[in-house]
T-cell receptor
Framework: AQKVTQAQTEISVVEKEDVTLDCVYE???????LFWYKQPPSGELVFLIR??????QNEISGRYSWNFQKSTSSFNFTITASQVVDSAVYFC?????????FGKGITLSVRP | GAGVSQTPSNKVTEKGKYVELRCDPI?????LYWYRQSLGQGPEFLIY????????DSGLPNDRFFAVRPEGSVSTLKIQRTERGDSAVYLC??????????????FGPGTRLTVL
């Protein structure tokens, strides 16, 4: 069975602060993908980033960066210099055989 | 181009009634997925179509739930004898190809179902 745990439930930061969202996953499969999705108040899930299980190289894309560590089964996501528009619920998801398994989400509030 | 669309955006029904929720995927996407999102939770997988056939329906909670995709494009999720516990947002997603782990799923805005 596969599982995604997002231990943080709510995070509140002031604009321009950096914020890291944690994600821990469980799977017995050796081939899988990990995703981060954003769900703004409008409700529509928006794809942010994707990583496969064979590539632990961490990357930066604009204000987003991620840290994938297979040894600890973690896939953490960082927003640098947060903005009010980043306020949303963020979901980490694990892809196995096409379907996505999501965590419960982290509500991020960015205050001006 | 147009994204995934879902109709209706909101549906209120009474316990015991039958409902149909429609999903129109992105043109050219062969894979279609249904998820259910309860308040304060992440989306939960229901069913996945590759073309016209259901490739994985392991997430359907019971036999009151059924989905079809007769022409490999539009899909309808059907719920019989609705219960209050069925109240949730039903999300549809599509991807260019299915069966692979890599494929990014594009989500629609969802249908909010309320069973009174």
């Amino acid at each position: 069975a596969q599982k995604v745990t997002q231990a943080q439930t709510e995070i509140s930061v002031v604009e321009k602060e950096d914020v890291t969202l944690d994600c821990v996953y469980e799977t017995r499969d050796t081939t899988y993908y990990l995703f981060w999705y954003k769900q703004p108040p409008s409700g529509e899930l928006v794809f942010l980033i994707r990583r496969n299980s064979f590539d632990e190289q961490n990357e930066i894309s604009g204000r987003y960066s991620w840290n994938f560590q297979k040894s600890t089964s973690s896939f953490n996501f960082t927003i640098t210099a947060s903005q009010v528009v980043d306020s949303a619920v963020y979901f980490c998801a694990l892809s196995l055989k096409s379907k996505l398994t999501f965590g419960k989400g982290i509500t991020l509030s960015v205050r001006p | 181009g147009a994204g995934v669309s879902q109709t209706p955006s909101n549906k209120v029904t009474e316990k015991g009634k039958y409902v149909e929720l429609r999903c129109d995927p992105i043109s050219g996407h062969t894979a279609l997925y249904w998820y259910r999102q309860s308040l304060g939770q992440g989306p939960e997988f229901l069913i996945y179509f590759q073309g016209t056939g259901a490739a994985d329906d392991s997430g359907l909670p019971n036999d009151r739930f059924f989905a079809v995709r007769p022409e490999g494009s539009v899909s309808t999720l059907k719920i019989q004898r609705t219960e209050r516990g069925d109240s949730a947002v039903y999300l549809c997603a599509s991807s260019f190809r299915g069966g692979g782990l890599y494929n990014e799923q594009f989500f629609g805005p969802g249908t909010r179902l309320t069973v009174l």
